[in-house]
């Protein structure tokens, strides 16, 4: 079966670029959609966006002019990158698949921290 | 952007009672609703989509209804296992979630 795991940086400076990898495993990264989602300690879960595996991409309007995904099918990974982070930007970040490209997210990773520090 | 709206914030279940949790669109979502449940340190789990069709491997205990704008999640009667947050999320736009209803034990 599928698996998704977030991998990347667990601390990062305020005004920097958040950068995060998905590799996918156990399954095919074509013809899915796949997105990223994100949860502040403590609180509820935030799309970010999403991307086709021909690159396609559709993000949140609320973070779309500091977000850039980007799809590696060759190594069967997705990226996420948040430019101009500031401590609202700390959560756990997940990867999901998105099995049918309506917008429903099954599986997801196991998610990984980021914080927002100098 | 759609706001959903869950409740009660907290629900407390005694072990082989039924649980009802609710959840609220600020304008309709069809059947384009879906019912995850995540538990201390894990990542949500997928439930229900399209309002009532249960995901592969969930247990028929689980059930989903309604349309429009007023969504209900049971579990029919808890398990031990089922004591987590559950969040609803709609996908008739881009997607948004609510807040969570936790369900502890009485």
């Known amino acids: 079966q599928v698996q998704l795991q977030e991998s990347g940086p667990g601390l990062v400076k305020p005004s920097e670029t958040l950068s995060l990898i998905c590799t996918v495993s156990?399954?095919?990264?074509?013809?899915?959609?796949w997105s990223w989602i994100r949860q502040p300690a403590g609180k509820g879960l935030e799309w970010i966006g999403r991307?086709?595996?021909?690159?396609?991409?559709y993000y949140n309007a609320s973070l779309k002019s500091r977000v850039t995904m980007t799809v590696d099918t060759s190594k069967t990974q997705f990226s996420l990158k948040l430019s101009s982070v500031t401590a609202a930007d700390t959560a756990v970040y997940y990867c999901?698949?998105?099995?049918?490209?309506?917008?429903?997210?099954?599986?997801w990773g196991q998610g990984t921290l980021v914080t927002v520090s100098s | 952007e759609t706001v959903m709206t869950q409740s009660p914030a907290t629900l407390s279940v005694s072990p082989g009672e039924r649980a009802t949790l609710s959840c609220r669109a600020s304008?309709?979502?069809?059947?384009?609703l879906a019912w995850y449940q995540q538990k201390p340190g894990q990542a949500p789990r997928l439930l229900i989509y399209g309002a009532s069709t249960r995901a592969t491997g969930i247990p028929a205990r689980f059930s989903g209804s309604g349309s429009g704008t007023e969504f209900t999640l049971t579990i029919s009667s808890l398990q031990s296992e089922d004591f987590a947050v559950y969040y609803c999320?709609?996908?008739?736009?881009?997607?948004?979630f609510g807040q969570g209803t936790k369900v502890e034990i009485k």
């Open positions: 156990g399954g095919s990264i074509n013809n899915y959609y």
């Open positions: 991307i086709y595996f021909t690159g396609s991409t």
């Open positions: 999320q709609q996908y008739n736009d881009w997607p948004t």
């Open positions: 304008q309709s979502v069809s059947i384009n």
């Open positions: 999901a698949r998105d099995p049918d490209g309506i917008n429903r997210f099954d599986p």
